[in-house]
Nanobody
Framework: QVQLVESGGGLVQAGGSLRLSCAAS????????MRWFRQAPGKEREFVAG????????AYAESMKGRFTISRDNAKNTVYLQMNSLKPEDTAVYYC?????????????????WGQGTQVTVSS
């Protein structure tokens, strides 16, 4: 079992920044590929970014490239999402995602475990 707890969401003006965190339980966290997804009101959940177990492989959705940065600290069992130059269309609930299996793809894959989500609201 893996538990994921997101934090760091909030209200920010367009052009601003936020850093999301996802704390994971489990002593094998350093094995897990970690991903961020988001879901805006009335829309399907979409992939944001993914990072491999050692950070050697990273992927972003096209609209996030150059603005978002995913990283991880295996010593703290935490993955981060630094979001800069935020736009109103980034408003969504952001979710952390993984599965407790080594070498899963960083993108094009959805793990079995989700956090509860953290709300990000960007005002214009």
């Amino acid at each position: 079992q893996v538990q994921l707890v997101e934090s760091g969401g909030g209200l920010v003006q367009a052009g601003g920044s936020l850093r999301l965190s996802c704390a994971a339980s489990g002593r094998m966290f350093s094995w897990y590929t970690m991903r961020w997804f988001r879901q805006a009101p009335g829309k399907e959940r979409e992939f944001v970014a993914g990072i491999s177990w050692n950070g050697g492989s990273i992927a972003y959705a096209e609209s996030m490239k150059g603005r978002f940065t995913i990283s991880r600290d295996n010593a703290k069992n935490t993955v981060y999402l630094q979001m800069n130059s935020l736009k109103p269309e980034d408003t969504a609930v952001y979710y952390c995602n993984t599965d407790p299996t080594q070498f899963r793809p960083v993108s094009g894959w959805v793990g079995d475990y989700w956090g509860q989500g953290t709300q990000v609201t960007v005002s214009s």
